[in-house]
Structure formats: structure tokens, C-alpha cells
């Protein structure tokens, strides 16, 4: 599965559109990107994922670039219940589903 | 409807001791997968059920951890000997089928402290 990269944190103030990048440069034909994010003591929840076309959900958007080297998550209304760590990962269909979690990026969203 | 669920929350054990881990997946789920966090750090995928078989352990750490999910729903991970260096939050997901697009979900995870 290919690498990502993502910044290890971010602030966002609240009510403003969170734009959360992620590198995938090695991502090949049949590999999906999927967002999760992961709140304080709480499991990882699921949020978008997205082939090659741009997403939305009652969540959040993600829009892939044309080359799918990177993607970028938006949360369009950032609340405070949105702190959390958001995890980029890129997972093909040649798997078993398994997700590998890189460090992923803490977005701290402020009052 | 019911989520993942896991028991226990909490486990504190010494070291050397044996531990067993619980995980209920949401109902009619038949892939089930245990992933390890430490602190700091992002899930570690350990072992993949598809239905009753382990399709998929390759991240089992070594011969002391085991899981079993022997009705293809309820499953068990099992910690031999236990060393402080096991200490980390072990979650559980599950999906509705395996591959690229089905979302997992996940438990609240069990926080093991091995002292």
C-alpha cells in the first residue's frame, strides 16, 4: 500500500472550513484514499473515501488531485467537537481491507 | 443499531501473566479486525478474520499473541506472558464484507497496562 504524509497538527478557529492535506505521490491505479479521524479514548471513526473523483458527505468533502498524488479533507464548518486526529490512508483493492495508520494530522479547532 | 463493542475497558495485569481481549462486531459483519495503538502513535493492524479463518496475520507481533473468532462472530485476542512492552489500547473493527471500500468500524478499543 502507498506511503502518505500529512502534517503533524493544525489549528483551525471555529466555524471555519478545515483543509486537511495528504501526500500519497506512490498511490497506483486501484488504491482508494479514506480519511478516518480518531477523537481523544474513542476508536477511529470513519469519515470519506474517495477513487478519483471528488467526494462529499454530510461530513465532510475530499477532493483528489487529477495526478491522485494528493487529496485534501474539508470539514466546511469546523465545531469544536471536530478536535481530533485525522488519519490519510491509501488502501487497494488487492488487500485484505487492512488500514495502515500513519501518525496522522492533530487538527485542534478553537474557539 | 449496536456498535462494535469490547471488553474489558480496562485491564491492568503483571508481567508474565495471560490476558484475553473481547470483541463484539456489529451483527451480520463477517470481517473482523484487531489492531494495536500505542501511545502516540496510530493503529497497528495485528490480524484480519475473514468469517471463522485468520485470513490475514502477519501483524501479530509473535508467538505469544493469538485470536480466535471460532462461531465467525465473537472473537478472542490472547496474550501469553505478558511484557510491559504489550501495554497499548487494542481495538477492534468490523465490516460488512472485505477489500477497498468497506468501512470499518470500530470499538472503543481495551487499554491494556502491563505492570
Known amino acids: 500500500d502507498a506511503k502518505t504524509t500529512q502534517p503533524p497538527s493544525m489549528d483551525c478557529a471555529e466555524g471555519r472550513a478545515a483543509n486537511l492535506p495528504c501526500n500519497h505521490s506512490?498511490?497506483?491505479?486501484?488504491?482508494?484514499v479514506y480519511w478516518y479521524r480518531q477523537i481523544h479514548s474513542q476508536g477511529p471513526q470513519y469519515i470519506i473515501h474517495?477513487?478519483?473523483n471528488n467526494e462529499t458527505n454530510e461530513m465532510a468533502s475530499l477532493i483528489i488531485t487529477e495526478d491522485r498524488k494528493s487529496s485534501t479533507l474539508i470539514l466546511p464548518h469546523a465545531t469544536l467537537r471536530d478536535t481530533a486526529v485525522y488519519y490519510c490512508?491509501?488502501?487497494?483493492?488487492?488487500?485484505?481491507?487492512?488500514?495502515?495508520f500513519g501518525q496522522g494530522t492533530t487538527l485542534q479547532v478553537k474557539p | 443499531g449496536a456498535g462494535v463493542s469490547q471488553t474489558p475497558s480496562n485491564k491492568v495485569t503483571e508481567k508474565g501473566k495471560y490476558v484475553e481481549l473481547r470483541c463484539d462486531p456489529i451483527?451480520?459483519?463477517?470481517?473482523l479486525y484487531w489492531y494495536r495503538q500505542s501511545l502516540g502513535q496510530g493503529p497497528e493492524f495485528l490480524i484480519y478474520?475473514?468469517?471463522?479463518?485468520?485470513?490475514?496475520d502477519s501483524g501479530l507481533p509473535n508467538d505469544r499473541f493469538f485470536a480466535v473468532r471460532p462461531e465467525g462472530s465473537v472473537s478472542t485476542l490472547k496474550i501469553q506472558r505478558t511484557e510491559r512492552g504489550d501495554s497499548a489500547v487494542y481495538l477492534c473493527a468490523s465490516s460488512a464484507g472485505t477489500g477497498a471500500v468497506e468501512t470499518q468500524y470500530f470499538g472503543p478499543g481495551t487499554r491494556l497496562l502491563v505492570l
Open positions: 451483527s451480520g459483519h463477517t470481517a
Open positions: 474517495g477513487l478519483k
Open positions: 478474520f475473514q468469517g471463522t479463518g485468520a485470513a490475514d
Open positions: 506512490t498511490i497506483s491505479g486501484n488504491e482508494y
Open positions: 490512508i491509501v488502501s487497494g483493492s488487492g488487500n485484505t481491507g487492512k488500514l495502515i
